[in-house]
């Protein structure tokens, strides 16, 4: 799937810095998340 217009987003790494999606701005970028309740 491949969206052209997302939000931009933070996320923390797994160095617990922030990372804004906009960074990758022009980049291709693979999001992996998964969650567990």
């Known amino acids: 799937m491949l969206l ?8 923390s790494d797994l160095e617990g810095n922030s990372v ?10 693979l999001i992996f998340m998964w969650a567990s309740w």
């Not at 052209?4 to 996320?11: A, L, R, Y």
């Not at 960074?23 to 970028?29: A, H, I, L, S, V």
């Open 4 to 11: 052209t217009k997302i939000q931009d987003m933070q996320f």
């Open 20 to 29: 804004a999606l906009s960074d990758y701005r022009g980049k291709n970028t």
